[in-house]
C-alpha cells in the first residue's frame, strides 16, 4: 500500500519588508506553520513562486492555498492567482487591523506591541480558514498545533491527494547547505 | 524614493528559511543603521507585480540585491523585471567566508545568524560606498554617520 501525501494548505504571505504590515503578514504566517497548524500547512516561498520555482506553483494548482497580504496591492493572492489559481481564502492584514480597531502598526524591522497583536490575529484567521479548507472540526481543529492527529490527517473527504500528484522539486530548498535547512516544510517538498 | 537616496536595496524576501531571515536582516541593517541615508527597501514582490513606485526607484537607483540562497530569486526577479542589478549579494556565499557563524531560527536568528547578517550588511554598506561614487548625481553618502 503506498503511503499517499496528506492534503495540507499552502501559505502565502506577502512578506513586503518596507511595511509594518508586511512583517505582520510574515510573523502571521511563521506562527501558523510553527505553532497553530504545523501538520496541516506548508509555507509556500512566494520569491521562488515568482521566480518561477515549479514545486510551490504545482502545489498552488491542486492544493488548497491562503494569501496573507499585508496591504490592498494584495502582492501575495496576485502572484498565486497569476501563476497557479486563485487562492482558497485570502487576508488583508490592514483589514484585520481595521477591523479589530488596533492601535498604530510600527517597526517593519521589530512590530511593536499592536504589530504582534495584529499577527495573533491574522494567524488565528488563517488557521481557522486551515480547518475549513481541511474540514477539520470539534476537538480535532482545536487540538494544540493541529498535531493531536499524529495518525494523520482525518477530516471531511479523503484527505488524501492521489499519489499522481505526489510533488517534488528538488531545488527549491536550495540544498546542499544544512545551515539554511528547513525546519518546516516548503509546498515543493510535500 | 528621496532624491538623495541612491541604492535600492531588494532583498529575497523568503520565509521559509533561515537564510532567507539572514538576507532581511542584512537589508534591515544597512537600510535602517548603516546607510539610511542613501538606501531603500524595495520589496520583491512590489517590484515584480508592476508597482510603479517600485520600479521606477529600481529604474532611476542603482540597485543591490541580497539573495537568501543560491536560487537567487531577488537577482533574477529585479533582471527578469527588466532591470539592471548594480552589485548582488548571497547569504550563501557570507556563510561559506564565515563558517563559524551558522545561521539558525527563522522567527528569530541565534547570535551567529545576527553576526552574519551584520557581516553581509556591512559588505553590502561597502559596495553602496562604491556605488555612490559611481553614481555621485543624488547627494551625499551618509558613509561616515554609520
Not at chain 1, 504589530?115 to 480535532?140: I, K, N, S
Amino acid at each position: 500500500m503506498p503511503i499517499l501525501p496528506k492534503k495540507k494548505v499552502g501559505i502565502v504571505a506577502c512578506s513586503g519588508e518596507e511595511m509594518p504590515e508586511g512583517t505582520v503578514s510574515r510573523v502571521a504566517a511563521l506562527k501558523v506553520l510553527e505553532e497553530l497548524r504545523p501538520n496541516y500547512t506548508v509555507t509556500i516561498c512566494l520569491p521562488l513562486f515568482l521566480a518561477g520555482g515549479e514545486g510551490d506553483r504545482a502545489f498552488a494548482r491542486f492544493y488548497p492555498t491562503v494569501a496573507i497580504d499585508g496591504c490592498e496591492k494584495r502582492c501575495a493572492a496576485l502572484a498565486t492567482e497569476m501563476y497557479s489559481g486563485k487562492p482558497a481564502a485570502s487576508i488583508v492584514v490592514t483589514e484585520v487591523i481595521r477591523r479589530n480597531g488596533l492601535g498604530p502598526i510600527r517597526g517593519p524591522r521589530r512590530l511593536n506591541e499592536a504589530g504582534m497583536q495584529a499577527a495573533d490575529l491574522v494567524a488565528q484567521e488563517v488557521a481557522h480558514l486551515v480547518d475549513e479548507l481541511l474540514g477539520r472540526t470539534g476537538r480535532e481543529a482545536r487540538g494544540r498545533g493541529g498535531g493531536g492527529d499524529r495518525r494523520g490527517f482525518r477530516g471531511r473527504g479523503s484527505g488524501h491527494f492521489p499519489l499522481l500528484l505526489r510533488l517534488r522539486h528538488p531545488g527549491a530548498e536550495g540544498g546542499g547547505e544544512r545551515a539554511g535547512g528547513h525546519p518546516h516544510r516548503a509546498a515543493g517538498h510535500l | 524614493m528621496s532624491p538623495n537616496r541612491r541604492v535600492v536595496i531588494v532583498p529575497c524576501s523568503g520565509i521559509g528559511k533561515t537564510f532567507g531571515t539572514v538576507s532581511r536582516e542584512a537589508a534591515y541593517t544597512v537600510v535602517e543603521d548603516l546607510r539610511p541615508d542613501t538606501t531603500e527597501l524595495v520589496a520583491l514582490s512590489l517590484l515584480v507585480l508592476g508597482d510603479e513606485e517600485a520600479r521606477a526607484a529600481v529604474a532611476e537607483h542603482p540597485t543591490i540585491t541580497i539573495d537568501g540562497c543560491r536560487l537567487a530569486c531577488a537577482t533574477k526577479m529585479v533582471q527578469e523585471s527588466g532591470f539592471t542589478v548594480a552589485r548582488s549579494f548571497t547569504v550563501l556565499d557570507a556563510f561559506r567566508k564565515h563558517r563559524d557563524l551558522k545561521p539558525e531560527g527563522i522567527s528569530s536568528l541565534n547570535p551567529e545568524g545576527q553576526k552574519l547578517a551584520r557581516v553581509l550588511a556591512e559588505e553590502v554598506a561597502e559596495a553602496v560606498d562604491e556605488l555612490a561614487k559611481v553614481y555621485p548625481d543624488n547627494g551625499g553618502s551618509d558613509a561616515d554617520s554609520a
